[in-house]
Antibody, heavy 119, light 107 residues
Framework: QVQLQQSGPGLVKPSQTLSLTCAISGDSVSSNSAAWNWIRQSPSRGLEWLGRTYYRSQWYYDYADSVKSRITINPDTSKNQFSLQLKSVTPEDTAVYYC?????????WGQGTLVTVSS | EIVMTQSPATLSVSPGERATLSCRASQSVSSDLAWYQQKPGQAPRLLIHSASTRATGIPDRFSGSGSGTEFTLTISSLQSEDFGFYYCQQYENWPWTFGQGTKVEIK
């Protein structure tokens, strides 16, 4: 049974970097059949798929154009987890952030983290 | 980016009645479409993928149909636990995109 456990701060100041981590149990971040995703949800933007990473003999990364210049998703094989970093945040980045497992669909989700961008 | 449009925004249904939700894509997504259910305070739950294949553990009162640009999610006989929000998602072209959702509420 795959489980994803999110951690990270719920409050970030404008212009700073949002950082979240998703710990994986029941699967491996280096799996050759899975992908590891970050998705966010806000009243103004709805559900938005931010990006993903996956391993197929090498690491691949795909990012949405809306955040491409500011986002980094990093796998950590030593801890079997992956992380999200979103730089230069503004109040528009306030949302519930989810990690999820799935190559093209999200079959398993983390519990969600409400991140508020405010001074 | 493919835009997904769902209708109606809100659907009022009595328990035991049939519910029909629609999802339209701005360009063809073939059958690369999924449906999710979300309840307040919870993450979305995968119901359907490949337009019509139920995910593991999903009751057979949920069914999906369509291809190309027009898709439908049908709940044959609504149960109390089925009320909530429903979202479609395309995975034909990156970035994967979601519809804005349909709220299914008790009539």
């Amino acid at each position: 049974q795959v489980q994803l456990q999110q951690s990270g701060p719920g409050l970030v100041k404008p212009s700073q970097t949002l950082s979240l981590t998703c710990a994986i149990s029941g699967d491996s971040v280096s799996s050759n059949s899975a992908a590891w995703n970050w998705i966010r949800q806000s009243p103004s933007r709805g559900l938005e798929w931010l990006g993903r990473t996956y391993y197929r003999s090498q690491w691949y990364y795909d990012y949405a154009d809306s955040v491409k210049s500011r986002i980094t998703i990093n796998p950590d094989t030593s801890k079997n987890q992956f992380s999200l970093q979103l730089k230069s945040v503004t109040p528009e980045d306030t949302a519930v952030y989810y990690c999820a497992r799935g190559r093209v669909i999200a079959g398993h989700w983390g519990q969600g983290t409400l991140v508020t961008v405010s001074s | 980016e493919i835009v997904m449009t769902q209708s109606p925004a809100t659907l009022s249904v009595s328990p035991g009645e049939r519910a029909t939700l629609s999802c339209r894509a701005s360009q063809s997504v073939s059958s690369d479409l999924a449906w999710y259910q979300q309840k307040p305070g919870q993450a979305p739950r995968l119901l359907i993928h490949s337009a019509s294949t139920r995910a593991t553990g999903i009751p057979d009162r949920f069914s999906g149909s369509g291809s190309g640009t027009e898709f439908t999610l049908t709940i044959s006989s609504l149960q109390s636990e089925d009320f909530g929000f429903y979202y479609c998602q395309q995975y034909e072209n990156w970035p994967w995109t979601f519809g804005q959702g349909t709220k299914v509420e008790i009539k």
